[in-house]
Every structure is written in structure tokens, then in C-alpha cells.
């Protein structure tokens, strides 16, 4: 077992450390996390959640507290390098590895399934290569902790289940794993843990008519034990921001995401299943078989267990109208290990189902070809040269492709070969980079104090330049300049900032600009850095 432990280790290492610190920070989420994580070192205040001035209500502190705290292990708030921020993901995907290889092993020991370890390993192989599981794993935010913490709670639960509807009792260190797991989860990202296991554990009991098994889990026991652990900083913050904490994460983010498409991240029903031949790519090789034999075992307790743990969450999901890729990846472990069961079978769909699982094949390889294409096709458009690294991943990942094709066992190197020539790749790509282009002209021209950003103001800028980056519209900004002092000007406020300097006899001395995409709102930018004279 201890093989499988080190050989997922490698794999994750392969596909999550390439550009972990070669990426400059991405808009906007990112940024604004890692720099709210980095203000709570400089401020030495770990309960109030800020992006600069501006109170960050929407999510609870777990992450922050989880990103500060390797930020001021392995580096310090005054670095503007991002990979430290980024470590607690790089974490969370690989946890979320190791847990659904120990508990989905436990989970097919107690289910009667022939070879568990060797199924768990593949389970756990295609979640941590699903290209959802590597993008969040580069990325400084939740989801990827989240993703660990969800398994560890979906885990635990699916083995109290199994374990009552086997006759055995459920022990109380596994009750104590399951309550410990949802109270990381809300930790993290409030209610979405306990509303995954919440609605797992009532559709299994309806299936069954059975609520009892439930007991195993010592409910109030448990509530009782969550609430001790959430309790005082819930207090705290609410005092701190004056009761603002939860009416803007509960009545604003969450609700607001409920009721209407939020931030234009509307996307209309069966998004996720369309989205999850991407998302879960390579693994989506085997979407068909697994949901088909998923669904002929539907009363077997393992079966029933994953479909539960998958399907009504997944409903729930269509219908909510705010949609974003990483909102399905808690279901992931759950469609990896029916996954692993449909492959370690080998059973040949027939009928219908044959021919949806050749319709949802081509479907795969076309995705697999447009990321060969666009290994080869971006570089061109966005650094203005040709990448051999992109030509010679493009090749690599046609070839494994062709390979995967007819031994899917090999479907997760894919991703490590994604991996690596993405990290060779999107660094170089200067144009889509233009926070990092400024930051870099900034920095040839020091001043004595920060530039103020005028029509230009993307979390990353302010990652990248320190807290103290005043934002302001060309007028404040040219109010608040002295001589000697620096504006960074976008092309759209530039005749009306040099006109507002102009009219307090001052004059901007251009000293360099930068041209790039503004990828969060499409727009091409140029970017001029005045001094004052």
C-alpha cells in the first residue's frame, strides 16, 4: 500500500508543481485571496478578511489562515511571489488524492469488491489528473482544500453507511473523521460540505426507507462538537464587522448565487455535464461506462452510495443560475471511483449505451486536439513567436492520446504531459500577462513611493506592487500627484489624466508603457507609466 501512497505522490507532484511559481497571479479571485491573506501578516489581524480597505465578507477565514500561514513559513509578506499563496491548493488536490485511495479502498473492502486497492488507485489517479483537480491545485483560493475536505467527509459517511447496512457497528473514531472533515468544510467555504453530505445522507435514506443507519454518525453529538469548533470565530467576526459577516456571505454571496446568475456566471441547465467532459478530462474517456454501470448496480449499497453522493447535488447544481467549472469538483470522487469500477470490469457496452459512450468518445478526443492546437496556436497570439516547448507537448500529447485511446489505464498521463508543456508555455505568454509587464516597467523606474493605477486596477496589479497601490480616476489621481511621484495610466484615461496634471502646472514625463489583454473584462490595454515633473 505504501507503493501506491508514494506512486500517487509522484504522479500529483508531476502534474501540480509545473508553474506553480512561473504563473504570475490571476485575476481576479486569486489575487484578491492571496492578498488578503498576505494584508492579514502585514497586519498582523487574522479575523478581519481585507482586500486593501475593502472587507472581504463573502467566504469564512480557513483559507486565509491556511495561505498565511505557508506564506510565513517559506517567505514574507513583502514578496510579491505568488507559489507560497498557492501551496495549501497544491495540498488540498494531493490530499484529496491520498483520501480517496485509503477511504475508497476501505469503502470497496467493505462493499465486497474484488481488488480494492488496485481500484482505489485508479480512482484516486483519475481525480487527481482531472483537469479541474491540476487547475485548482495551481491556484491561491478553496476549492482545492475544499476538494479534500468534501472527500474526507463524503468518505467517511459512505463507510458509516456500508458499514450499518453490513450489520457492523461504526466505530466512533470514523463518526469523530466525518464531523472533523465537515467542520473544515465550513471553515473553508461555509454550508457546502454539510449541504453535500446533507443531501447524500437524505437520498440514501429515502432509497432505502431507512434513516437509522444515521445514528452511527452520533448527530448531535457531532453538531454539538462542530458548533464548539465554529462558535468562537463566528462570534468574533461578527463583532469585528458589526453583524456584516453573515448577512453579506449568507443574504448576499450565497443567496445571491441562488437566486441569479452572479459576477455574469450564468450559464443555463446541464452546463456541468456538457462542462465535465473538459473538467473531468482524461478521466471523461470513461463518463459513459462508469454512469452506465453506476446505474445497473443501483441497489447494490457501494452503487447507491456513489450515485446519491453524485446525482442529486449534480441536479442541484444545473439548476442553481450562477455556474462556474470548479463548483462540480466535490462530485468528482465520487464519479472517479465509478469510474475505476466501470474500467477494472472491462465489461463492452452494448445498445444505446454503445452508442452514446462512441458520441461522448469523439466528444474527448476532440477536447484532446483542441488543447494540442491550442499548445501551438497561443504562443503566436499572445508572446509573438512560435513555441517549440508547445509544438514538441502538442506531439507528446497526440501520441498518449492515440495511446490512451486503447489502454485507458494510461488516461492520466495525459495531464502530466498537459502539465508540463503548460508550464513551459504560459509564462512566456507576455501579452496575457500585463499586471506582471507593469509591475516589471514599475520596478525600472523606481520612485520613492508606489504609482497610483488610473483605469487600471485588477487585484493582480495590487498583488504585485504592494497594499499600499492607490486606485483612482484621473482627476483624484492627478490631484493627489506631486512632483517626483508616478502615475500608471490606462490608454482610455490618458488624454484626461495629462489634461487634469496640465490644468496644476504640472507635466507627466512618459518613461514607458506596456500593451497586453485585460483577460478579466476582454479588453486589449495599454498601459503608460508618467512620472511628474
Given at each position: 500500500?505504501?507503493?501506491?501512497?508514494a506512486?500517487?505522490?509522484?504522479l500529483?507532484?508531476?502534474l501540480?508543481?509545473?508553474g506553480?511559481?512561473?504563473i504570475?497571479p490571476?485575476?481576479?479571485?486569486?489575487?484578491?485571496?492571496?492578498?488578503?491573506?498576505?494584508?492579514?501578516?502585514?497586519?498582523?489581524d487574522?479575523?478581519?478578511?481585507?482586500?486593501q480597505?475593502?472587507?472581504r465578507?463573502?467566504?469564512?477565514?480557513?483559507?486565509?489562515?491556511?495561505?498565511?500561514?505557508?506564506?510565513a513559513?517559506?517567505?514574507?509578506?513583502q514578496s510579491?511571489a505568488?507559489?507560497?499563496?498557492r501551496l495549501p491548493s497544491?495540498?488540498?488536490?494531493?490530499?484529496a488524492a491520498w483520501l480517496v485511495?485509503g477511504?475508497?479502498?476501505?469503502?470497496?473492502?467493505?462493499a465486497?469488491?474484488?481488488?480494492?486497492?488496485?481500484?482505489?488507485?485508479i480512482?484516486?489517479t483519475l481525480?487527481?489528473a482531472?483537469?479541474?483537480?491540476?487547475?485548482?491545485a495551481?491556484i491561491?483560493?478553496?476549492?482545492?482544500?475544499?476538494?479534500a475536505?468534501?472527500?474526507a467527509?463524503?468518505?467517511?459517511?459512505g463507510?458509516?453507511?456500508l458499514?450499518r447496512r453490513?450489520?457492523?457497528?461504526?466505530?466512533a473514531t470514523?463518526a469523530a473523521?466525518?464531523w472533523?472533515a465537515?467542520?473544515?468544510?465550513?471553515?473553508l467555504k461555509?454550508?457546502?460540505?454539510?449541504?453535500l453530505?446533507?443531501?447524500?445522507?437524505a437520498?440514501?435514506?429515502l432509497?432505502?426507507?431507512d434513516?437509522?443507519w444515521?445514528g452511527?454518525?452520533?448527530?448531535?453529538?457531532?453538531?454539538?462538537?462542530?458548533?464548539?469548533?465554529?462558535?468562537p470565530?463566528?462570534?468574533?467576526?461578527?463583532?469585528a464587522?458589526s453583524?456584516?459577516?453573515?448577512a453579506e456571505s449568507?443574504a448576499g454571496d450565497?443567496?445571491?448565487?441562488?437566486a441569479?446568475?452572479?459576477?455574469?456566471?450564468?450559464?443555463?441547465?446541464l452546463s456541468?455535464?456538457?462542462?465535465?467532459?473538459?473538467?473531468f478530462?482524461p478521466?471523461?474517456?470513461?463518463?459513459v461506462?462508469?454512469?452506465s454501470?453506476?446505474w445497473?448496480?443501483?441497489?447494490?449499497?457501494l452503487?447507491?452510495?456513489l450515485?446519491?453522493?453524485l446525482?442529486?447535488a449534480?441536479?442541484?447544481?444545473?439548476?442553481?443560475?450562477?455556474?462556474l467549472?470548479?463548483y462540480?469538483?466535490?462530485?468528482?470522487?465520487?464519479?472517479?471511483?465509478?469510474?475505476a469500477?466501470?474500467?477494472?470490469?472491462?465489461?463492452t457496452?452494448?445498445?444505446?449505451?454503445?452508442?452514446a459512450?462512441?458520441?461522448?468518445?469523439?466528444?474527448?478526443?476532440?477536447?484532446?486536439?483542441?488543447?494540442a492546437?491550442?499548445?501551438?496556436?497561443?504562443?503566436?497570439a499572445f508572446?509573438?513567436?512560435?513555441?517549440?516547448?508547445?509544438?514538441a507537448?502538442a506531439?507528446?500529447?497526440l501520441?498518449?492520446i492515440?495511446?490512451a485511446w486503447?489502454?485507458?489505464l494510461?488516461l492520466?498521463?495525459l495531464?502530466?504531459v498537459?502539465?508540463?508543456?503548460?508550464?513551459a508555455?504560459?509564462?512566456?505568454l507576455?501579452?496575457?500577462w500585463?499586471?506582471?509587464?507593469?509591475a516589471?516597467l514599475?520596478?525600472?523606474?523606481?520612485?520613492?513611493?508606489l504609482?497610483?493605477?488610473?483605469?487600471?486596477g485588477?487585484?493582480?496589479?495590487?498583488f504585485?506592487l504592494?497594499?499600499?497601490?492607490?486606485?483612482?480616476g484621473?482627476?483624484?489621481?492627478?490631484a493627489?500627484?506631486?512632483p517626483?511621484?508616478?502615475?500608471?495610466?490606462?490608454?482610455?484615461?490618458?488624454?484626461?489624466?495629462?489634461?487634469?496634471?496640465?490644468a496644476?502646472?504640472?507635466?507627466p514625463?512618459?518613461?514607458?508603457s506596456v500593451?497586453g489583454l485585460?483577460y478579466?473584462n476582454?479588453?486589449?490595454?495599454?498601459l503608460?507609466l508618467y512620472?511628474?515633473?
Open positions: 500500500m505504501a507503493r501506491r501512497y506512486l500517487l505522490t509522484v500529483c507532484l508531476a501540480y508543481l509545473p506553480i511559481a512561473a504570475p490571476l485575476d481576479r479571485d486569486e489575487a484578491r485571496f492571496a492578498q488578503a491573506s498576505r494584508q492579514m501578516l502585514e497586519s498582523g487574522f479575523l478581519d478578511i481585507r482586500f480597505d475593502e472587507a465578507n463573502r467566504k469564512p477565514a480557513g483559507i486565509y489562515w491556511l495561505q498565511a500561514a505557508a506564506a513559513l517559506v517567505s514574507t509578506p510579491a505568488i507559489w507560497p499563496y497544491l495540498f488540498g488536490a494531493t490530499a485511495l477511504l475508497g479502498q476501505a469503502l470497496l473492502r467493505e465486497g469488491i474484488a481488488a480494492p486497492e488496485r481500484t482505489a488507485f480512482a484516486a481525480l487527481a482531472a483537469l479541474a483537480a491540476v487547475a485548482e495551481h491561491a483560493k478553496t476549492d482545492a482544500a475544499l476538494l475536505a468534501t472527500a467527509g463524503q468518505g467517511t459517511l463507510l458509516a453507511y458499514r453490513n450489520g457492523a457497528a461504526v466505530p470514523l473523521g466525518f472533523a465537515e467542520t473544515a468544510a465550513v471553515l461555509g454550508p457546502v460540505g454539510p449541504a453530505a446533507g443531501v447524500t445522507a437520498a440514501l435514506s432509497a432505502d426507507r434513516w437509522r444515521l452511527g454518525l452520533r448527530p448531535l453529538r457531532g453538531l454539538l462538537a462542530m458548533a464548539a469548533a465554529v462558535m470565530w463566528l462570534v468574533a467576526i461578527e463583532i464587522t453583524g456584516r459577516f453573515l449568507l450565497l443567496a445571491g448565487k441562488l441569479g446568475a452572479q459576477e455574469s456566471h450564468g450559464a443555463p441547465p456541468y455535464a456538457v462542462l465535465s467532459l473538459a473538467t478530462w478521466g471523461s474517456y470513461l463518463l461506462p462508469a454512469l454501470r453506476g445497473q448496480g443501483r441497489r447494490l449499497p452503487e447507491r452510495l450515485l446519491c453522493w446525482l442529486p449534480w441536479a442541484a447544481l444545473e439548476l442553481v443560475p450562477t455556474k467549472p470548479h462540480a469538483l466535490p462530485l468528482y470522487p465520487a464519479l472517479a471511483l465509478l469510474a469500477l466501470a474500467l477494472a470490469e472491462g465489461r457496452p452494448t445498445g444505446w449505451v454503445r452508442r459512450d462512441l458520441a461522448v468518445k469523439a466528444l474527448w478526443l476532440l477536447i484532446g486536439l483542441g488543447l492546437a491550442a499548445l501551438i496556436a497561443v504562443p503566436p508572446a509573438g513567436r512560435v513555441s517549440p516547448a508547445g509544438i507537448g506531439a507528446v500529447l501520441a498518449g492515440a495511446w486503447r489502454k485507458p494510461a492520466p498521463l495531464s502530466v498537459l502539465a508540463g508543456a503548460g508550464a508555455v504560459l509564462p512566456g507576455d501579452r496575457l500585463l499586471s506582471r509587464s507593469a516589471a514599475v520596478a525600472a523606474h523606481p520612485a520613492p513611493g504609482p497610483v493605477a488610473v483605469g487600471y485588477e487585484p493582480s496589479l495590487v504585485l504592494g497594499t499600499g497601490l492607490r486606485l483612482a484621473p482627476e483624484a489621481a492627478a493627489g500627484l506631486e517626483g511621484g508616478e502615475a500608471l495610466v490606462a490608454g482610455a484615461d490618458d488624454a484626461a489624466f495629462r489634461q487634469a496634471l496640465a496644476r502646472g504640472l507635466a514625463q512618459p518613461l514607458g500593451s485585460d478579466s476582454g479588453k486589449a490595454m495599454t503608460t512620472g511628474v515633473k
